[in-house]
């Protein structure tokens, strides 16, 4: 694989530069460096928590801060990130390393935080020009994607000093209500309003797992880096945002609310996240039961949490482009997700239909 297809920065998005000078003169005794060639890029993708290249003497790092105009301050929690990203720290080889974390406001009006860089290929909706797989080649890489995912959820917590993080009694319940609750505060009058999926999610919702693990909550395909030399191999998981303590199969369920499959109706695939109907991609179906299989967990109203999945993403799309049509960002790409909002209501309702056949 070329160098080319390592996922590059990009120039600074237009209103959310951040203060040059300030950050500069703040870092120089955190990292014990002149800094007087510091250089910010942005990487292109996301929709919430931005995210930056730094670059200096030589050296590489990543910058993470909150989205601009969000006031949904528990959302974009830096300092829980940093602590996961700590925990994870020598256990969990995917994980960034942790560099430094500051929650002095003076700087970039926010807490933020450093890690470290790790230069790969991210997959986004198509694959990176000139990246060839066979189907086989896919198939391995997709199962690679969720074997890992399995990896996190089999983290000892108390071990990693984790034990405390979430409350994994009641997860299931909490999430739906949660996301119920969102969703209807930001509804905005071009959404649909979701009624009937909310009902059906708070009647057929399954009793807690009695599994409680380390959950990512936005574990998909552009969210993790490859190996630049070797494409199967998962170097690399980002955006820790989310994580949690929970229920892995909800944590599954939600990776699977991306997942558009060759047969899915076309305007679901429209706005799939990464390249999942290629052929040799393996079907939802498949993937539930591989992860059943490696993990031990059982597998029972997989309709469920795959609506979930669905459900939460139109939530989080739904407070994205609350936040744009009120002027809160200027980001262009928020705009299309109303579209994706009503397509995902759509699926919802075809999988309370379906039942169990994902």
């Given amino acids: 694989m070329s160098n080319s297809q390592v996922d590059k920065a990009t120039s600074v998005r237009a209103g959310?530069?951040?203060?040059?000078?300030?950050?500069?003169?703040?870092?120089?005794?955190?990292?014990?460096?002149?800094?007087?060639?510091?250089?910010?890029?942005?990487?292109?993708?996301?929709?919430?928590?931005l995210t930056y290249l730094l670059s200096a003497g030589g050296e590489q790092w990543v910058l993470r801060r909150p989205p601009f105009g969000s006031r949904v301050r528990s959302a974009h929690?830096?300092?829980?990130?940093?602590?996961?990203?700590?925990?994870?720290?020598?256990?969990?080889?995917y994980a960034p390393v942790p560099v430094h974390f500051c929650e002095d406001?003076?700087?970039?009006?926010?807490?933020?935080?450093?890690?470290?860089?790790?230069?790969?290929?991210?997959?986004?909706?198509?694959?990176p020009e000139g990246m060839h797989l066979s189907s086989e080649q896919v198939r391995q890489q997709f199962f690679t994607l969720f074997d890992v995912l399995g990896e996190l959820h089999s983290i000892d917590l108390t071990r990693v000093g984790l034990g405390d993080f979430g409350r994994p009694e009641g997860y299931v319940r909490r999430q739906v209500?949660?996301?119920?609750?969102?969703?209807?505060?930001?509804?905005?009058?071009?959404?649909?309003?979701?009624?009937?999926?909310?009902?059906?999610?708070?009647?057929?919702?399954?009793?807690?797992?009695?599994?409680a693990c380390l959950i990512h909550n936005d574990y998909k395909l552009d969210n993790v880096i490859?190996?630049?030399?070797?494409?199967?191999?998962?170097i690399g998981v980002l955006d820790w945002e989310m994580a949690t303590v929970g229920d892995p199969l909800m944590d599954l369920g939600c990776t699977l609310g991306y997942w558009a499959e060759a047969t899915d109706p076309e305007d679901f695939r429209l706005y799939r996240a990464m390249p999942s109907d290629v052929p040799g991609a393996p079907t939802r179906a498949e993937i539930v039961a591989r992860f059943a299989e490696r993990t031990g967990l059982r597998m029972e109203r997989f309709d469920f949490y795959f609506c979930?999945?669905?459900?939460?993403?139109?939530?989080?799309?739904?407070?994205?482009?609350?936040?744009?049509?009120?002027?809160?960002?200027r980001d262009p790409r928020f705009a299309s997700l109303l579209g994706k909002v009503h397509s995902l209501q759509r699926m919802c309702e075809r999988v309370m239909v379906n039942g169990a056949q994902l």
């Avoid at 406001?105 to 694959?127: A, E, N, Q």
Wanted: aromatic content about 12%.
């Fill in 77 to 93: 929690d830096m300092g829980r990130e940093f602590r996961v990203l700590t925990a994870l720290s020598g256990t969990f080889p």
């Fill in 226 to 234: 490859w190996s630049p030399d070797e494409p199967l191999r998962l």
């Fill in 177 to 211: 209500e949660g996301w119920s609750r969102r969703y209807r505060d930001a509804r905005t009058p071009d959404a649909p309003d979701f009624e009937r999926v909310m009902g059906w999610l708070h009647d057929n919702m399954p009793a807690d797992s009695g599994v």
């Fill in 308 to 329: 979930f999945g669905l459900f939460r993403l139109a939530a989080i799309g739904q407070q994205i482009y609350t936040r744009y049509a009120q002027g809160l960002t």
């Fill in 105 to 127: 406001p003076v700087v970039l009006g926010c807490d933020f935080y450093l890690m470290s860089y790790i230069p790969g290929v991210v997959i986004r909706k198509s694959y």
């Fill in 16 to 49: 959310e530069e951040l203060p040059l000078d300030l950050l500069r003169d703040y870092l120089r005794p955190v990292l014990g460096l002149p800094l007087d060639d510091l250089r910010v890029q942005q990487f292109p993708g996301g929709y919430s928590n």
